[in-house]
């Protein structure tokens, strides 16, 4: 019986660790592991706006902000104003976020704008996570029940962990609605 034994775990880990390393078939392998091998991670810089836009109307980031309702409606406008962000210019987030906050709300339910509040929140000043936080604060159980704003929401407590007042507001605005939440899917 001992024999058998050392002979399967011998036989298991000489051929998994082969199929793992790709040298068990001369052939390229499909599997899933390739497929993420090759792909190209990052966002490929991008020169000017207009190279963006193959086909559509120059814009500039300035435009994009003005036309905020249409920008987050439109995955390749909000990549193109996430990826301004990195630059992490103060008066680009400023003017991003001021442009937002009236309807915050809204955003962050939105498919796309969702992604765009998660990466403008990881640019703000805890001055301005606490005027989203009380902005929001009547809409935090909706918002946490959404498909999309549950995602904001994560960003915004992992954003406020660190600060005491951020973190008594987040707590009075779940108050009372913890038990409903963990019943939801995206709670």
Sequence with gaps: FFCFFLFFLFFFFFFFFQAEDGIRDAQESRGLGDVYKR????????QSLGQCFAGRPSQSVDDLIDRIEETLSDQFRCRLIQKQLEL??????????????????????????????????EHSSEK??????????????ELSKNLHGTRVMQKLIDLSYTSPSLVSLLARAFAGHVAELITVPFG
């Excluded at 915050?104 to 990466?119: A, E, T, V």
């Excluded at 301005?128 to 159980?141: E, G, W």
């Design 128 to 141: 301005q996570l606490y005027a989203v936080i009380s902005k929001i604060s009547d809409s935090t159980i």
């Design 39 to 46: 792909q190209v991670h990052g966002f490929p810089a991008v």
């Design 88 to 121: 992490s210019e103060p008066a680009l987030i400023n003017r991003l976020f001021y442009k937002m906050l009236p309807n915050i709300d809204r955003y962050m339910k939105m498919p796309f704008g969702n992604y765009l509040c998660q990466r403008l929140f």
